[in-house]
């Protein structure tokens, strides 16, 4: 018996820049807003365009708090799939910059 892979949705919700180098995708969460579960391939930067405070919920079930001020950049490694819900009371709003040659 092999277990179902789950479904995975994409990365964000449009993509802005994509050439061989990088895919840039637009990210809003409105409060209380979960992104499917989805899996990041590449590494990549998140750039906060407007800040929320964040949950990541990973897809063996382990959260960890993701607060990303306004104008904060952080870097992750390739390989999480997990879901994003924004437990603030603020939008949203990221670019998430994957980097496909590193």
């Keep these: 018996m092999t277990e179902q892979q789950p479904e995975l949705g994409p990365v964000g919700y449009r993509i802005i820049l994509e050439n061989d180098l990088v895919r840039v995708w637009q990210v809003m969460l409105g409060p209380g807003e979960t992104q499917a579960l989805h899996h990041h391939e590449h590494p990549y930067l998140v750039i906060a365009v407007e ?52």
């Design 51 to 102: 800040g929320a405070i964040n949950l990541v919920e990973t897809v063996d079930g382990q959260l960890r708090d993701a607060p990303e001020p306004t104008g904060s950049v952080v870097f992750r490694p390739a390989g999480d799939t997990h879901t994003l819900t924004n437990v603030g009371e603020t939008r949203y709003v990221a670019r998430i910059v994957e980097l496909k040659t590193a």
